[in-house]
């Protein structure tokens, strides 16, 4: 394999694990939540910790990983991200309690960060011209290709053999990527740089990231009367306040706000914001909806996000093609819109849904049942048509706002915008669901105590009830419809975001034939 062929594959496994834990969790949820102990959160809390939790750390320093990797070289940071990505693997797979999980969950979250602005930064530093923007195709593909089978290999372990292995399947990925890097990937680094590292401005906006999402999650499981959720917002909430006054203040700023003075730039980050808010939530919560509440085996769960993978794989590189000739705005105000109908599809779903009981080693469950091809396929095909249509051109678009000096950072910025999207939705959904399920089933429920963590332990929204509840017929069936109209509250909610992310979209950006500019042809920051 020639040098370069070794430098993509560095860069494909080590950006790719980080999409894949992004993904292949959200299937392991619901067994993750029956078999690890939790004595000091509830069972849900404990889910959106380990999947919003790592996506949260990971937002929270995605620019500074990207300035470290500018400062100190980028293979030599890249390095140290995959060497730091193993061991939290290591350490998650192994993990003997739910508190444990979510604490190597963080820290896995803070290493990956080190790795997607890595190797985006890496391919741009090797290569140029034509070969850059086929190198950029290759990792594109080579990310949806990961989105596409997350879910089904995820799926497949937990079913076959164990949660764990969602996490433990890193190891031999890291340990490749890390021969490739050490081995055939020279350093660079930013030469003409002349200030230093902005270190207080990462601190800043990590606090503001972190502290606003741990609030809403842990206010909402503490039923808002616990300091530390308080405290956490409070500090968000100042971080973000401060960080623009401070990045006005200093010489060499983490991010320069001169960004924001293109109207398109700023537009584009808000509808990715909403976007990919919505679309990273609804995976998540779909997964534990069909095998928490509807009795999906982990690898039909999986399955059912094939065709979007499939879609994004086939449709991204024609769509951004003509995206290119015609302008991306009918796209960017279309996909939204699909998507959001897929979305509203789900709202016919009933709780009494047959599954689909998938198995590897039983072919005769393979074939989706008719409740599946009616009630869920559709929702997949119109919300997969959707995002292929939302992905090339929302790059362009963002590429062409900001000048070519600055489409390095302009790409961090977007890229860290798609993942603060989720932890700040799952939050407030978070919040929804909570409310809306234990309000319908307590009354339906009397004989027990739902403001008692045992009982929330027990009997928790989206998940199977835990044997001990001991539930009658008619209990089990008001849990599964408690569950089932608190998964359509929360779908409504992404419909709006979607709808509100096509009309920001339709009057933010002009009906223009966008100018063919080398940026174009940079990494796809908003497919991440």
């Known amino acids: 394999m020639s040098q370069r062929g070794w430098i993509l594959t560095a860069v494909v496994l080590g950006s790719g694990i980080v999409f894949l834990d992004g993904t292949i969790v959200n299937v392991a949820l619901p067994r993750i939540g029956e078999e690890l102990p939790a004595s000091l959160m509830g069972v849900l809390e404990g889910q959106a910790y380990v999947n919003s939790g790592y996506l949260a750390m990971l937002s929270a320093l995605l620019i500074l990983a990207g300035a470290l990797a500018d400062v100190y070289g980028r293979r030599r940071i890249f390095a140290i991200g995959l060497v730091g990505f193993g ?57 949806s290709a990961t989105v596409t089978l997350g879910p089904i290999v995820g799926g497949a372990l937990v079913d076959t053999i164990s949660w764990r292995v969602a996490f433990l399947i890193n ?11 050490v081995r055939h990937v020279p350093e660079s680094r930013d030469e003409s740089r002349t200030g230093g590292l902005d270190w207080l401005g ?41 960080f623009p ?45 069909l095998q928490g509440t509807l009795g999906y085996t982990a690898l039909a769960a999986g399955a059912v996000g094939l065709p979007v993978g499939l879609m994004l794989s086939v449709l991204s590189t024609r769509i951004g093609s003509i ?55 559709p929702t997949i095909l119109l919300f997969g048509i959707g995002i292929s249509l939302v992905v090339a051109p ?20 977007n890229n860290a915008v798609s993942r603060v999207g989720q932890p700040l939705v799952t939050a407030v959904l978070f919040i929804a669901i909570t409310a809306t399920f234990y309000g319908a089933v307590s009354p339906r429920i009397g004989r027990l105590d739902f403001s008692t963590p045992e009982v929330r332990r027990e009997i928790a929204p989206l998940n199977r009830p835990a044997p001990t509840a001991q539930l009658t017929a008619d209990e089990a069936e008001a849990v599964r419809n408690a569950s089932t109209d608190a998964y359509h509250l929360a779908m409504l909610v ?16 002009r009906p223009r034939r966008p100018t063919d500019s080398p940026s174009q042809a940079e990494a796809p920051a908003a497919l991440g």
């Open 394 to 413: 929302l790059t362009t678009a963002l590429m062409n706002s900001i000048p070519v000096k600055n489409s390095g950072v302009g790409s961090a910025i």
């Open 245 to 289: 006054i401070l990045m006005l203040r200093r010489r060499d700023p983490l991010i320069p706000l001169s960004l924001f003075a293109s109207r398109e730039f700023t537009v584009i980050n808000l509808s990715t914001f909403l976007i990919y808010g919505a679309l990273y939530v609804t995976f998540q919560f779909q997964g534990l909806f």
């Open 323 to 377: 995206a290119g000739r015609t302008g991306p705005r009918p796209f960017l105000v279309g996909g939204p819109l699909l998507m959001a109908a897929g979305i509203a599809w789900q709202l016919r779903i009933p709780a009494a849904s047959r599954p689909w009981l998938a198995s590897a080693g039983d072919g005769g469950t393979l074939f989706p049942p008719s409740d599946v091809l009616i009630d869920v396929f």
């Open 87 to 143: 061991i939290t693997s290591v350490l998650c797979g192994l993990a003997p309690n739910l508190e444990l999980l979510v604490v190597f969950r963080l820290a896995q979250g803070a290493a990956g960060a080190l790795l997607v602005p890595g190797s985006l930064a890496l391919i741009t530093a090797n290569f140029e011209g034509a070969e850059r923007g086929r190198a950029f195709g290759i990792w594109a593909a080579a990310t």
């Open 171 to 181: 190891v031999p990925l890291v340990l490749l990527a890390l021969y490739a890097t």
């Open 202 to 242: 990462s601190i800043v906006i990590a606090l503001a990231v972190g502290g606003l999402a741990f609030g809403l999650i842990r206010g909402q499981e503490r039923e808002w009367r616990d300091a530390l959720a308080f405290g956490a917002l409070a500090v968000g909430a100042v971080a973000a306040v401060l």
């Open 494 to 509: 992404n419909v709006v975001l979607l709808v509100a992310g096509a009309a920001v979209n339709a009057f933010g950006i």
